[in-house]
């Protein structure tokens, strides 16, 4: 007998992901986006060593074609899970290596995913909240400033060992994310790193101090659907959902 071939699973839109082999959080918030909708998301992980350092996420480059080429062609888009190791190894660094194996696909990362949905909510003074230790953190507020984003607020839990912040509760992050913002000071709130939960307070936290909450997760999902063509206001937590694929980012 002959087989009938189709679209397959998705309906045909297919989305790649690279996850941190010691993420546990990304692939656990995508599916709470993505459930139930037309879309295949294809992932692969890439070795990261445990303790976030700059050499550490750095070295990452290295790795991340053979990561890529793991995954299916006739993607719509790519998405690299590290927000930190975005910053290090550089976006134009990322898109290339991805491209070297994917060519002409968007490369999303969450960093410039994050950019981009700050400007979409024309937000630019923002306090940040991070897992990250000091040398981490301060090339990441530099990479925000550099684009136009001033970081009026910063505040970062210190940690070394990304298995650690997987462990991170939400309650602990809601709390900081509240204690973090004075009223009138900022225009939104960045909450750094796709192994730091966040899905469950994001909304909790926007009522709470009446500005947008955007965290890495959210707006590396919600970039990768906008880059494949994707209407998905609503998917997904949070203001940055109510945004469409049209709008200006």
Known sequence: ??????????????????????????????????????????HNRIYSDHAVTPEGLRAMERRLRDAVTL??????????????ASVFIGPDTVTARVREVHADVPVVNPISAVVAGLRVLAAKKI?????????????????LEARGIMVVREVSFGEEDDRRVARISEGS???????????????????????????GIIEAAE??????????????????LRQAKVDARGWGPGRLFETGVNDDG
């Open 127 to 143: 306090a940040l909240i991070t897992p990250y230790t000091a040398q981490v953190a301060a090339p990441m507020r530099a990479f």
């Open 71 to 84: 995954l299916p062609q006739e993607l719509a888009a790519v998405g690299y899970g590290c927000t930190s």
């Open 173 to 199: 992050t809601f709390d900081t994310i509240r204690a973090a913002v004075a009223a009138g000071e900022v225009d939104a709130v960045f909450a750094s790193c796709t192994n730091l939960r966040t899905f």
């Open 1 to 42: 007998m002959t087989a009938v071939l189709d679209a397959g699973a998705g309906g045909g839109l297919r989305l790649g992901l690279v996850v941190l082999s010691t993420d546990e959080t990304l692939e656990f918030e995508a599916r709470q986006v993505l459930s139930g909708r037309a879309v295949n998301l294809l």
């Open 207 to 224: 009522r709470a101090i009446g500005v947008p909450v955007i965290s890495s997760n959210q707006a590396l999902i919600w970039d990768l």
